[in-house]
T-cell receptor, first 115, second 113 residues
Framework: AQSVAQPEDQVNVAEGNPLTVKCTYSVSGNPYLFWYVQYPNRGLQFLLKYITGDNLVKGSYGFEAEFNKSQTSFHLKKPSALVSDSALYFCAVRDPNTGRRALTFGSGTRLQVQP | KAGVTQTPRYLIKTRGQQVTLSCSPISGHRSVSWYQQTPGQGLQFLFEYFSETQRNKGNFPGRFSGRQFSNSRSEMNVSTLELGDSALYLC????????????FGPGTRLLVL
């Protein structure tokens, strides 16, 4: 069975500082990995994904993530945080070998960027 | 392209009633998935439809059902509502290649009283 862990319920960072939101996964084969962001009373907004290829993936709004197979991690990063980045972030995994499109999500990490 | 749309956005029902939620995918997308989001359980997969066929189902009771129409629009139905069914129900659509991203709608917030 596939699973995702987001070990931090909340991450606090000052505006202008770099941010990291952690994600580790467990899947039997090579994973498809995703990051989504959710603003209050909104659906999930896609940020970036790793399917194959370069381990460093660049996404929307200056976010990037690094796929690390040996550590089974897919941490989300941004060089300089903005107050507007404050939101709930979800990491998700899909095992393409199962033929299922269902995503398994982590519990979410609330990012708070202080001015 | 227009995004995924869901109707209604908000809904209040009482226990024992049933409810139907609707989802219109991105034009050209034939796969629709549904998820339930609650503070306690987080985001959980309900089911996936592709070309009017249910391909996968999550671990939910039979009170939760869905269908997909020939235009790829999808509905989910919850019968005999329970208080614990209060949640944000999210619909996502995906293109055909299998690698593509799931794009989510704004959700329907259901409150069961």
């Amino acid at each position: 069975a596939q699973s995702v862990a987001q070990p931090e319920d909340q991450v606090n960072v000052a505006e202008g500082n770099p941010l990291t939101v952690k994600c580790t996964y467990s899947v039997s084969g090579n994973p498809y990995l995703f990051w989504y962001v959710q603003y209050p009373n909104r659906g999930l907004q896609f940020l970036l994904k790793y399917i194959t290829g370069d381990n460093l993936v660049k996404g929307s709004y200056g976010f990037e993530a690094e796929f690390n197979k040996s550590q089974t991690s897919f941490h989300l990063k941004k060089p300089s945080a903005l107050v507007s980045d404050s939101a709930l972030y979800f990491c998700a995994v899909r095992d393409p070998n199962t033929g299922r499109r269902a995503l398994t999500f982590g519990s979410g990490t609330r990012l708070q960027v202080q001015p | 392209k227009a995004g995924v749309t869901q109707t209604p956005r908000y809904l209040i029902k009482t226990r024992g009633q049933q409810v139907t939620l609707s989802c219109s995918p991105i034009s050209g997308h034939r796969s629709v998935s549904w998820y339930q989001q609650t503070p306690g359980q987080g985001l959980q997969f309900l089911f996936e439809y592709f070309s009017e066929t249910q391909r996968n189902k999550g671990n939910f009771p039979g009170r939760f059902s869905g269908r997909q129409f020939s235009n790829s629009r999808s509905e989910m139905n919850v019968s005999t509502l329970e208080l614990g069914d209060s949640a944000l129900y999210l619909c996502a659509s995906t293109g055909q290649t299998g690698r593509e991203t799931q794009y989510f709608g704004p959700g329907t917030r259901l409150l069961v009283l």
